[in-house]
């Protein structure tokens, strides 16, 4: 399975850095992670709860960090097992660049899957992959904004500035490009099947 997506936060790039290596950040912001402890330089135990279609399990896991370039980017290595469920390994590249809004958070995923997991499906399990990187991302802004009130007040206050005029011409509403969003989603996966 192969990955990749980014997300812009109105942080700077040292505090997202410090937040991606802190393990209690780690631990609020991963979906149905209970325990992110160091176990040595850039080494870390993870223990979480995983549900993908009808398979659920307890995996357990070893994440390693290389390539550090502070605070710019790294790479994370990762391996879990969930016992008769499976196990699941690869890595991620992790970039932080400065932009005039905060920064951009962008990563590539590659990850490989094995065992009843593995029997489910790669539409199934790509589906729930992309829905634990977006939930881990709504929570990390989530933390992030409850740590960095400021900076996030700061983009709330500047977007309302850059917002149009009341006279402007009127923009298309927001329900209309939900719509075709999902007619055109519904229709690239009938086409696919």
Known sequence: ????????????????????????????????????????????????AV????VSAKFTGKIALSDIKAPESY?????????????????????????AEG????????ASVGG?????????????AKSMAEDFFKRFDAE???????????KISAAAVAAPAADAPKAVPVWVWGVGAVALAAAMYWLSR
């Not at 936060?9 to 040292?14: E, P």
């Not at 992030?144 to 700061?154: G, I, L, S, V």
């Open 75 to 99: 790479t994370i290595s990762f391996e879990g097992q969930g016992g008769p469920a499976g196990f699941g390994k690869g890595s991620a590249k992790v970039l932080l660049a400065p932009n």
């Open 1 to 48: 399975m192969d990955m990749q997506g980014s997300r812009q936060l109105a942080i700077t790039q040292q505090q997202a850095w410090d937040a991606l290596n802190n393990p209690e950040v780690l631990k609020t912001c991963i979906p149905g992670c209970d325990r992110v402890e160091s176990t040595g330089e850039n080494q870390y135990a993870i223990g979480m």
């Open 103 to 110: 920064h951009l958070l962008s990563y590539t995923v590659h």
């Open 116 to 128: 009843k997991v593995a029997q489910l499906g790669q539409r199934l399990i790509d589906g729930a």
């Open 144 to 154: 992030m904004q409850r740590q960095y009130p400021q900076a996030y007040a700061e």
């Open 51 to 54: 549900k993908i279609g009808p």
